[in-house]
C-alpha cells in the first residue's frame, strides 16, 4: 500500500461512523464497568483498563495516519 492508498483508507477510517459507534460504545462499556467492578477485582480491573486504553489507541493511530501520510502542498514556481 503506498502513500497515497494509505492516507485514503485513514481518512476513511476517520470519517466511517459505524466505526465510531463501535468504539464509543467499547469505550463506555469499558469505563462504565471501571466504575462498577469492586476494587479487589484487580484483574477485570485491568482489563477494562486496557481496552480504553485500546480505543484510545486505535484512534490515536488513525488520526496520526491521516496527518503523516496527507500529500504535500506543492510549490510551484512562476
Do not use: C, F, G
Not at 462499556?29 to 484510545?56: K, N, W, Y
Not at 493511530?61 to 496527507?70: E, F, Q
Request: proline share 3%; hydrophobic share 40%.
Amino acid at each position: 500500500m503506498n502513500t497515497e492508498q494509505t492516507h485514503a483508507e485513514a481518512l476513511r477510517l476517520a470519517e466511517n461512523e459505524v466505526l465510531e459507534l463501535i468504539l464509543s460504545d467499547l469505550d463506555t462499556e469499558a469505563r462504565d464497568a471501571l466504575v462498577a467492578t469492586p476494587a479487589e477485582h484487580t484483574d477485570r480491573i485491568r482489563d477494562h483498563q486496557a481496552m480504553a486504553r485500546a480505543v484510545l489507541e486505535i484512534r490515536h493511530r488513525i488520526a496520526v495516519l491521516t496527518t503523516t501520510t496527507a500529500p504535500k502542498a506543492t510549490t510551484s514556481t512562476v
